[in-house]
């Protein structure tokens, strides 16, 4: 089975403290991807990567950065933290479209960060 | 834009019942269609993934069809359980690779 673990369930944070998030993945996935979960607004894409050291905007990266220097590991980082950045945070993995798997994306637990 | 609509928003069943939940999207120029089910507070999990060149896909209790050209699913769920409860998402992988979700629809299946 595929397995995406994210680094931790839940975080507090303080306005102005730079917060990493980090997920891993144990299936060799090219793809990975950040979401944010909020009421009302649904999942909405960050940041996304299809390989080593490459990173494209999703459509809310502002105040995001995002690193990967491994296959496997795919890391969000909030600069400069602010309470609107009080959300879900969700990490997902994938095959490339022409994958077997047909590009199914496999979710992380998600990590709760509360930004006080 | 691709836009994904659920409904209904929210469903409260007896067990036993057979359901189906429904999702429409407003391009129908998506590479697949995957439904998640998700857990309060948890993360989301794969249930059925179609892709656009097939029309349904089945798993257990579970059976997804894909009507591309009228972009409508259905998410059927036969003989549900208490343990069904659940938020069930949409989301379509549009022309340029990205997943759109629905907002999602809320079911408890009463004992």
């Known amino acids: 089975d595929v397995k995406v673990t994210q680094s931790s369930r839940y975080l507090v944070k303080r306005t102005g403290e730079k917060v990493f998030l980090e997920c891993v993945q144990d299936?060799?996935?090219?793809?990975m991807f950040w979401y944010r979960q909020d009421p009302g607004l649904g999942l909405r894409l960050i940041y996304f990567?299809?390989?080593?050291?490459?990173?494209e905007k999703g459509d809310i990266p502002e105040g995001y950065s995002v690193s990967r220097e491994k296959k496997e590991r795919f890391s969000l980082i909030l600069e400069s933290a602010s309470t609107n950045q009080t959300s879900m945070y969700l990490c997902?993995?994938?095959?490339?479209?022409?994958?077997?798997?047909?590009?199914?994306?496999?979710f992380g637990p998600g990590t709760r960060l509360t930004v006080l | 834009k691709q836009e994904v609509t659920q409904i209904p928003a929210a469903l409260s069943v007896p067990e036993g019942e057979n359901l189906v939940l429904n999702c429409s999207f407003t391009?129908?120029?998506?590479?697949?269609l995957q439904w998640f089910r998700q857990d309060p507070g948890k993360g989301l999990t794969s249930l059925l993934l179609?892709?656009?060149?097939?029309r349904e896909q089945t798993s257990g209790r579970l059976n997804a069809s894909l009507d591309k050209s009228s972009g409508r699913s259905t998410l059927y769920i036969a003989a549900s359980q208490p343990g069904d409860s659940a938020t069930y998402l949409c989301?379509?992988?549009?022309?340029?690779?990205?997943?759109?979700f629905g907002s999602g629809t809320r079911l408890l299946v009463r004992p």
């Open positions: 989301a379509v992988m549009d022309s340029s690779y990205k997943l759109i």
């Open positions: 179609i892709q656009s060149s097939q």
């Open positions: 299936m060799d996935h090219e793809n």
């Open positions: 391009d129908s120029a998506i590479y697949n």
């Open positions: 990567s299809y390989d080593v050291k490459m990173k």
């Open positions: 997902a993995s994938s095959l490339p479209l022409a994958g077997g798997s047909g590009n199914e994306q496999f």
